[in-house]
């Protein structure tokens, strides 16, 4: 394992953990409710804008103090260093001894980003413009099925972030599909998924991408075995594979074994992480949807963002406020999860996105030199679409138990005007997040209730029940409207965040070994249940779950 490129600290041993955890104490009996009545400016103060992202972190458990010790808190970590190191192409990566380079995939300054000496930039550039020659052909069907008809079906085969990035990007951009194509996504292994998602496709339009890096991911080779299958069974033949199967991949020799054409693979490198591939050749399927140049424009904002985390001030980036808020609920007040809150139905598939951004990468429970941390590290990410969770689990929000920060997330303008639609659904993203913040105390529960006729009985007896203790943190991110500059902002910007909490946890944001064992066990398990292997050394429990399985399925 290599050595860091940049200085590193173990957070708790900071000078400045102790000054925040006094700072906590004192901050734990404040009530956001008092601190807007006495400070009229306070939504100024604590307002960031970029080129595309508005952020009012006002509603948070903050003073002008907080954000001075979580800054001082940013710099003992070593932040400014790692995001240099970063943008310089070092090997940050330190357990895998690789760079993280998915910004590279965005530059548009023509700048070069180094990998061991060479410059990356001409083989990103290739790619994308392989993939342009590829939607090109698409779109004007100089590329077509074995019938000569036109496509009008893309299956994208995939899992991790090779499906969930280009999923929630590819939905965000709805309004700019290309008419008479649609897209589709198959990860789960489970051979429902594929099995629904064929049912309506017809063979002769239909195309398939495979996005594996190593042409052997257990999930998305089984998915593109049955779509093989299922091309073969319905008029196609071994002839025609190479029409109706392209590939993004770095294994070359089992992607044209399988019968795709040579100039049909798609490069994959070895310094952009899965949940960080969508700005890649993974983006395919987004870029045959809304075309190249809105694809370009995606990366357009991807970059502007990575332009503004990597040179604006920490109070004023904010990528860092958002990781330092994180670290401020995470380590000093025990938040242990935090909801991102889309009230844009194209969106609702974001925070699926983020929370495998979020806790894939810093998951972790050691430091990058492999000690165990004393410190929480990731919070659980959950969370839906605005303004269906209302119904739902903002009940806990308001009242339960748990200490839950959010991110409320909404377009100002909407590609849909029907009535007063989005003026609706604005209003109650502004007055969720004023809900959290503001509270009903048991004075106003039982004004409220003696207003409604209620006796002095029932006003005793119902107002505990409306209280709402307030004073939860969130976050109101907002954007002129869902455009491709602007989506690829938003994600980025999360992106960032997250990068920058795992600085300050000190664990390395860009590897995955849980996520590896599960692969390697899961592999053991499938050639025992195929009869491939023999069960040594399985525990009891496994064991009988797998004679259980291959008795119900004649396997025995």
């Known amino acids: 394992m290599s050595e860091l490129p940049y200085s590193s600290a173990y957070p708790s041993q900071l000078p400045i953990w102790q000054k925040l955890k006094d700072?906590?104490?004192?901050?734990?009996?404040?009530?956001?409710?008092?601190?807007?009545?006495?400070?009229?400016?306070?939504?100024?103060?604590?307002?960031?804008?970029?080129?595309?992202?508005?952020?009012?972190?006002?509603?948070?458990?903050?003073?002008?103090?907080?954000?001075?010790?979580?800054?001082?808190?940013a710099n003992q970590a070593g932040l400014p260093a790692a995001i240099q190191s970063m943008f310089a192409g070092e090997k940050i990566n330190n357990s895998e001894e690789r760079p993280a380079l998915h910004v590279a995939l965005r530059n548009q300054a023509g700048t070069p980003f180094m990998v061991d000496g060479e410059d990356v930039m001409p083989e990103v550039k290739a790619a994308l413009n392989q993939m342009e020659r590829f939607v090109w052909?698409?779109?004007?069907?100089?590329?077509?099925?074995?019938?000569?008809?036109?496509?009008?079906?893309?299956?994208?085969?995939?899992?991790?972030?090779?499906?969930?990035?280009?999923?929630?990007?590819?939905?965000?951009?709805?309004?700019?599909?290309?008419?008479?194509?649609?897209?589709?996504?198959?990860?789960?292994?489970?051979?429902?998924?594929?099995?629904?998602?064929?049912?309506?496709?017809?063979?002769?339009?239909t195309l398939f991408i495979i996005a594996s890096k190593s042409f052997g991911t257990q999930e998305t080779i089984m998915n593109a075995r049955s779509a093989k299958d299922w091309f073969l069974r319905n008029g196609g033949n071994q002839d025609d594979i190479h029409r109706h199967f392209v590939a993004i991949s770095s294994n070359e020799k089992k992607a044209v074994e399988f019968g795709i054409a040579r100039e049909n693979i798609f490069p994959m490198w070895d310094w952009v992480g899965?949940?960080?591939?969508?700005?890649?050749?993974?983006?395919?399927?987004?870029?045959?949807?809304?075309?190249?140049?809105?694809?370009?424009?995606?990366?357009?904002g991807a970059h502007e963002m990575d332009e503004h985390f990597r040179t604006a001030p920490f109070t004023?980036?904010?990528?860092?406020?958002?990781?330092?808020?994180?670290?401020?609920?995470?380590?000093?007040?025990?938040?242990?999860?935090?909801?991102?809150?889309?009230?844009?139905?194209?969106?609702?598939?974001?925070?699926?996105?983020?929370?495998?951004?979020?806790?894939?990468?810093?998951?972790?429970?050691?430091?990058?030199?492999?000690?165990?941390?004393?410190?929480?590290?990731?919070?659980?990410?959950?969370?839906?679409?605005?303004?269906?969770?209302q119904h739902a689990y903002h009940q806990l929000l308001h009242q339960g138990t748990h200490f839950l920060p959010a991110d409320f997330i909404m377009p100002l303008r909407t590609h849909n005007h029907i009535g007063d639609h989005h003026a609706l659904l604005l209003s109650n993203c502004l007055s969720q997040s004023q809900a959290l913040m503001q509270g009903k105390t048991l004075e106003e529960a039982k004004a409220e209730l003696t207003a409604q006729g209620k006796t002095p009985e029932?006003?005793?007896?119902?107002?505990?029940?409306?209280?709402?203790?307030?004073?939860?943190?969130?976050?109101?991110?907002?954007?002129?409207?869902?455009?491709?500059?602007?989506?690829?902002?938003?994600v980025a910007m999360y992106e960032h965040k997250v990068f920058a909490q795992g600085v300050i946890w000190n664990v390395n944001s860009f590897d995955q070994w849980g996520v590896e064992l599960g692969k390697e066990l899961g592999q053991e398990i499938y050639d025992i249940i195929t009869?491939?292997?023999?069960?040594?050394?399985?525990?009891?429990?496994?064991?009988?779950?797998?004679?259980?399985?291959?008795?119900?399925?004649?396997?025995?």
């Open 274 to 300: 899965g949940r960080y591939s969508l700005w890649s050749t993974i983006g395919l399927p987004i870029a045959l949807t809304i075309g190249i140049e809105n694809f370009k424009a995606l990366l357009s």
């Open 23 to 73: 700072h906590q104490v004192k901050q734990s009996k404040m009530h956001l409710r008092d601190e807007f009545n006495k400070d009229s400016d306070r939504a100024k103060r604590f307002f960031l804008q970029s080129e595309h992202i508005y952020l009012d972190y006002s509603k948070n458990l903050i003073t002008d103090e907080t954000i001075k010790l979580l800054e001082e808190l």
């Open 137 to 205: 052909s698409i779109h004007s069907a100089q590329a077509r099925g074995y019938t000569n008809k036109r496509f009008t079906d893309i299956v994208h085969l995939g899992i991790g972030g090779s499906y969930l990035g280009p999923k929630v990007v590819s939905a965000a951009l709805k309004p700019y599909w290309k008419a008479g194509l649609n897209l589709h996504y198959v990860a789960n292994i489970d051979g429902t998924h594929i099995t629904e998602e064929l049912k309506h496709l017809s063979p002769e339009t």
């Open 458 to 490: 029932q006003v005793e007896e119902l107002a505990p029940h409306k209280v709402i203790p307030g004073n939860r943190p969130s976050n109101t991110i907002l954007f002129e409207k869902s455009t491709p500059r602007t989506i690829g902002a938003l």
């Open 316 to 389: 004023q980036n904010i990528p860092v406020i958002l990781a330092l808020l994180g670290v401020w609920y995470s380590n000093f007040f025990q938040a242990d999860s935090h909801a991102i809150l889309p009230y844009d139905h194209y969106l609702r598939a974001l925070p699926a996105h983020i929370q495998q951004l979020d806790m894939e990468s810093n998951g972790k429970s050691v430091t990058h030199s492999g000690d165990p941390v004393d410190w929480s590290t990731g919070p659980v990410i959950w969370g839906g679409a605005g303004a269906n969770g």
């Open 531 to 556: 009869g491939d292997n023999t069960p040594n050394g399985q525990d009891s429990s496994t064991k009988g779950l797998i004679d259980l399985f291959k008795k119900i399925n004649n396997r025995l």
